[in-house]
């Protein structure tokens, strides 16, 4: 690994069943304009668990009761930013088992908020084209009961310009 790969880290969750996945639309990084999973980064000292209750709160409304850690894995593609050339994503996933409230299509924002709302959506509308790497990896999860942990890269990644929805 070079000092060209900015590296990222977060908490993420699948509130979803075999038909239908939770996604938020994001509204910052790589994954800008696109459907994107609950989620993000810990805030100074935060316990992994309590981050994800905290992020899916925040972007969904929703209030989690039970989550189950999945796994980890990474994802890797070209991203200009800053100063680097490439981003390694590294994601802690978390099933989302037991959870109260409506999901919220638009969500308070904040300093550090890059949801815009939520939104549950069926799982055949998610594509590469229009979902981050995390909603095909949460859609794989669903799909077949089984989290693979290998990372992925990918040699071309588009930053839309567009909103999808």
Same mark, same amino acid.
């Given at each position: 690994m070079s000092e060209e790969f900015h590296r990222a880290f977060g908490v993420y969750g699948i509130v979803g069943d075999s038909d239908s996945l939770v996604v938020i639309? $994001? %509204?910052g990084g790589p994954y800008i304009n696109r459907y994107d999973l609950p989620g993000g980064s810990l805030e100074s000292g935060e316990p992994l668990d309590q981050a994800i209750l905290r992020e899916i709160? =925040? =972007? /969904?409304?929703l209030t989690v009761k039970a989550v189950q850690q999945l796994g980890i894995t990474s994802f890797r593609y070209p991203w200009a930013y800053q100063e680097w050339r490439m %981003?390694?994503?590294?994601?802690?996933?978390?099933?989302?088992?037991?959870?109260?409230? /409506?999901?919220?299509?638009?969500? @308070?924002?904040?300093v550090g908020q890059d @949801? +815009?709302?939520? #939104?549950? +959506?069926? *799982? %055949?509308? *998610?594509?590469?084209? %229009?979902? !981050?790497? *995390? #909603? *095909?990896?949460? $859609? =794989?999860?669903l799909q077949t009961q089984q989290f693979d942990p290998t990372d992925t890269t990918f040699a071309n990644w !588009?930053? +839309?310009? $567009?909103p999808v929805w």
């Amino acid at each position: 690994m070079s000092e060209e790969f900015h590296r990222a880290f977060g908490v993420y969750g699948i509130v979803g069943d075999s038909d239908s996945l939770v996604v938020i639309r $994001k %509204n910052g990084g790589p994954y800008i304009n696109r459907y994107d999973l609950p989620g993000g980064s810990l805030e100074s000292g935060e316990p992994l668990d309590q981050a994800i209750l905290r992020e899916i709160h =925040e =972007e /969904t409304d929703l209030t989690v009761k039970a989550v189950q850690q999945l796994g980890i894995t990474s994802f890797r593609y070209p991203w200009a930013y800053q100063e680097w050339r490439m %981003n390694q994503h590294i994601c802690v996933f978390y099933a989302v088992t037991d959870y109260q409230g /409506t999901v919220a299509a638009q969500v @308070a924002q904040f300093v550090g908020q890059d @949801a +815009l709302g939520a #939104v549950r +959506l069926p *799982l %055949n509308a *998610l594509t590469i084209d %229009n979902a !981050s790497p *995390l #909603v *095909l990896k949460a $859609k =794989e999860y669903l799909q077949t009961q089984q989290f693979d942990p290998t990372d992925t890269t990918f040699a071309n990644w !588009s930053v +839309l310009e $567009k909103p999808v929805w």
